[in-house]
Nanobody, 120 residues
Framework: QVQLVESGGGLVQAGGSLRLSCAVS???????MGWFRQAPGKEREFVSA????????WYADSVKGRFTCSRDYAKNTVDLQMNSLKPEDTAVYYC??????????????WGQGTQVTVSS
């Protein structure tokens, strides 16, 4: 049974940093992985993705240069290092696994989400 559990969210001031972690179990770690976020009143949006090898990463323009996605093979986690945070980064962040359609950023498995709040 695939399980994705996010952690590391919290409250931070603008300009600060947070590191989100997605613990992966049930064999999902071999899949392509992604991070998404959903702010109140807005649709869920793509943030970042990492290939199954960890060799390739992709980022939304809004986070490029500030966020870094990586895989930790020792811990079976996919991490999202978020620096220079802005109030507009406030959202619930979700981890996803098993990419089925890159064009629509569709993933098969999803975590429950972790709240990130950036104060101005």
């Amino acid at each position: 049974q695939v399980q994705l559990v996010e952690s590391g969210g919290g409250l931070v001031q603008a300009g600060g940093s947070l590191r989100l972690s997605c613990a992966v179990s049930g064999g999902a770690f071999r899949y392509d992985m992604g991070w998404f976020r959903q702010a109140p009143g807005k649709e869920r949006e793509f943030v970042s993705a990492v290939s199954r090898s960890g060799g390739s990463t992709w980022y939304a323009d809004s986070v490029k240069g500030r966020f870094t996605c990586s895989r930790d093979y020792a811990k079976n986690t996919v991490d999202l290092q978020m620096n220079s945070l802005k109030p507009e980064d406030t959202a619930v962040y979700y981890c996803a696994a098993d990419l089925t359609d890159w064009g629509t950023k569709t993933y098969k498995y999803w975590g429950q989400g972790t709240q990130v709040t950036v104060s101005s």
